[in-house]
């Protein structure tokens, strides 16, 4: 299997643009995961897909952010009008079952 | 509410154990996790272990499971320098989606 990979993976924004992360699963996972990382904490969930459903949304998950899994294997996760506490790693995972979630090398966002 | 503690740093030299340690407050979890996770890169899935079971070895990774204490732990068997990194605890509770992590354990490894 090749792993999670994520792209781009670092983004250097202005306050206000917007951004769009894409992942792409390990095939054959049919779930898929975002998180978010700060520095010096661990990865926060953000919102869970299986196929093309988005089964569960955190409450960090405000607004200005929208993901989507539209034919249930890639997805993208996209931040409008970014502020300056979004800077953060942006973490996928995917996973067969219900566990053994595997992570991407996720994408470093820099908002200015 | 779902709480994972771990504490924060670690130092033992090459060839010793190392053992970390982690607490959470989900008494529903169903599975607990550690992953790896080296500077600037994802994290890396060591090992996990269903809340059913005490015990798992994997290699050089001994998980230890004290339901009773919510109280789960790592041991690394002689320790590298290439083991050098953030170690995550994570818990995942009986929905099966979200993993709670902790703000992660630093491990040094001097030679």
């Known amino acids: 299997d090749t792993g999670v990979s994520q792209d781009p993976r670092h983004k250097i924004t202005k306050r206000g643009q917007n951004v769009t992360f894409r992942c792409d699963p390990i095939s054959e996972h049919n779930r898929l995961y975002w998180y978010r990382q700060t520095l010096g904490q661990g990865p926060e969930f953000l919102t869970y897909f299986q196929n093309e459903a988005q089964l569960e949304k955190s409450r960090l998950l405000s607004d200005r952010f929208s993901a989507e899994r539209p034919k249930g294997s890639f997805s993208t996760l996209e931040i409008q009008r970014t502020e300056q506490g979004d800077s953060a790693m942006y973490l996928c995972?995917?996973?067969?079952?219900?566990?053994?979630?595997?992570f991407g090398p996720g994408t470093r966002l820099t908002v200015t | 509410g779902e709480d994972v503690e771990q504490s924060l740093f670690l130092s033992v030299r090459e060839g010793d154990s190392s053992v970390i340690n982690c607490t959470y407050t989900?008494?529903?979890?169903?599975?607990l996790y550690w992953y790896k996770q080296e500077p600037g890169a994802g994290l890396q899935l060591l090992t996990y272990?269903?809340?059913?079971?005490d015990m798992k070895q994997d290699q050089r990774l001994t998980v230890l499971l004290n339901k009773k204490d919510k109280h789960l732990s790592l041991r690394i068997a002689d320790t590298q320098t290439g083991d050098s990194a953030i170690y995550f605890c994570a818990e995942q509770g009986q929905a099966g989606t979200a993993l709670i992590f902790g703000k992660g354990t630093t491990l040094s490894v001097s030679s």
């Open positions: 989900d008494s529903s979890s169903t599975y």
């Open positions: 272990i269903f809340s059913n079971m």
């Open positions: 995972a995917s996973s067969r079952q219900i566990y053994e979630q595997y």
